[in-house]
């Protein structure tokens, strides 16, 4: 996860979204995302659509400027946090987040395979370059990697 002054403090539920494991643990509650990417968009209307009161989808970039249904909204880069409020680069802050969803990336780790057959990839990495079709393994044809790219 990246470092957000107080985040430790937070008296909510906080998690990265490799923990998320459906959206109905978050009906009725203030949502803030963290990140820009496809976990962040599908974390976000998962929410939205299961019933949270509210989703804001917060990013280093800045607003992502997707169409999202009322009850969804963009932020810029979340910058601290006291309790329950965030405060964001751009000056706004909200009162009453419930829980946080770090949607930040990933780094793949494979300590139970052989060194010859883990496969090594980067955090920005789209496509590992020596998977077939992003899934089989180009010099080992009979290992498949399942969810593997980002």
Not at 69 to 95: N, Q, Y
Not at 115 to 120: A, C, D, I, N, V
Request: charge should be positive.
């Amino acid at each position: 996860m990246i470092n957000i002054d107080s985040v430790d403090q937070f008296p909510g539920r906080v998690l990265h979204s490799h923990e998320f494991r459906g959206a109905d643990e978050f009906i009725g509650l203030n949502v803030l995302i963290i990140g820009s990417s496809f976990s962040a968009d599908d974390i976000a209307l998962q929410c939205y659509k299961f019933g949270a009161r509210s989703v804001i989808v917060s990013s280093r970039h800045g607003p992502i400027g997707c169409k999202w249904p009322i009850g969804i909204k963009d932020a810029s880069m979340l910058v601290r946090m006291k309790s329950r409020k965030v405060h964001f680069k751009d000056g706004s802050s909200v009162d009453t987040i419930d829980a946080i969803i770090f949607c930040t990336g990933y780094r793949h780790s494979y300590p139970f395979m052989t060194k010859r057959f883990r496969l090594y990839s980067g955090v920005t990495q789209f496509i590992p370059s020596n998977l077939y079709k992003s899934i089989f393994w180009i010099d080992q044809p009979y290992l498949a990697y399942l969810g593997a790219p980002r």
